[in-house]
T-cell receptor, first 109, second 116 residues
Framework: GQQVMQIPQYQHVQEGEDFTTYCNSS?????IQWYKQRPGGHPVFLIQ?????EVKKQKRLTFQFGEAKKNSSLHITATQTTDVGTYFC?????????FGSGTQLTVLP | DAGVIQSPRHEVTEMGQEVTLRCKPI?????LFWYRQTMMRGLELLIY????????DSGMPEDRFSAKMPNASFSTLKIQPSEPRDSAVYFC??????????????FGPGTRLTVL
C-alpha cells in the first residue's frame, strides 16, 4: 500500500531561524496536502499542491511538490512562536489520502 | 457552518465498557473519516465512508471496533469492549470530493478517550 514518510520527526529552532520538513511517498501521488496541528488541537488544512514541480507560498510558508510527484517540502522562513505545532503532509491517490507521521516544530523564543 | 462536531470531547471509562463516539460532518460533504491519534503511532486512518457507505475499513484495529453511518449527518465509532490500549484522541473528518481528487479534510475537535 501507499506509504508516506516525513522527516524530521522533531525539530527545535530558535525564533527567527528557518525550518523545513520533507515528505516522501512510495508511489506517485495525484496531489499532496499539508496540515498544521497546534498542541492540543486538531489538524487544520494549509494547502494542496496538484501539479508536478508546483510551488506555492503563504506569507512565510513555501510549499513545493516534486517533479516526479513523489515528494514535497514545507519551508518556513524566520519562524515565530506562533508556528509551533505539528506539520503533516498527506499524499493523495485515486483511492485515498495517506497522512505522514508529522514533524513536531518547537520554536524557542 | 459549525464545522465538524464530535461528542463527547472527553471520555473516561473502565476497561471492558462499551464506548460510543459520535460525529456530525459538515453538511453537504460526501466523505467521512475516522482517525486515531497517539504519540506512538501518530495519525491513523481507521475507516472512511462515501455517501454513508463504508469504503475502506482496513485500518480498524480489530473486531472490537465498529463504525456506522446511518445517514449523511451522523456517524458513530463504537469500541466494545474497550481496553487501556485504546486510549487515544479520535478525530472525525469530512470532505467533499470533486473532479476525481481528494479535497481538504475538515477535522473535528476530537474525542480524548481514556480507558482505565
Amino acid at each position: 500500500g501507499q506509504q508516506v514518510m516525513q522527516i524530521p520527526q522533531y525539530q527545535h529552532v530558535q525564533e527567527g531561524e528557518d525550518f523545513t520538513t520533507y515528505c516522501n511517498s512510495s508511489t506517485t501521488l495525484s496531489n499532496i496536502q499539508w496540515y498544521k496541528q497546534r498542541p492540543g488541537g486538531h489538524p487544520v488544512f494549509l494547502i494542496q499542491l496538484v501539479k508536478s514541480g508546483e510551488v506555492k507560498k503563504q506569507k512565510r510558508l513555501t510549499f513545493q511538490f516534486g517533479e516526479a510527484k513523489k515528494n514535497s517540502s514545507l519551508h518556513i522562513t524566520a519562524t515565530q512562536t506562533t508556528d509551533v505545532g505539528t506539520y503533516f503532509c498527506a499524499g493523495g491517490s485515486a483511492r485515498q489520502l495517506t497522512f505522514g507521521s508529522g514533524t513536531q516544530l518547537t520554536v524557542l523564543p | 457552518d459549525a464545522g465538524v462536531i464530535q461528542s463527547p470531547r472527553h471520555e473516561v471509562t473502565e476497561m471492558g465498557q462499551e464506548v460510543t463516539l459520535r460525529c456530525k460532518p459538515i453538511s453537504g460533504h460526501d466523505y467521512l473519516f475516522w482517525y486515531r491519534q497517539t504519540m506512538m503511532r501518530g495519525l491513523e486512518l481507521l475507516i472512511y465512508f462515501n455517501n454513508n457507505v463504508p469504503i475502506d475499513d482496513s485500518g480498524m484495529p480489530e473486531d472490537r471496533f465498529s463504525a456506522k453511518m446511518p445517514n449523511a449527518s451522523f456517524s458513530t465509532l463504537k469500541i466494545q469492549p474497550s481496553e487501556p490500549r485504546d486510549s487515544a484522541v479520535y478525530f472525525c473528518a469530512s470532505s467533499l470530493r470533486t473532479s476525481g481528487s481528494y479535497n481538504e479534510q475538515f477535522f473535528g475537535p476530537g474525542t480524548r478517550l481514556t480507558v482505565l
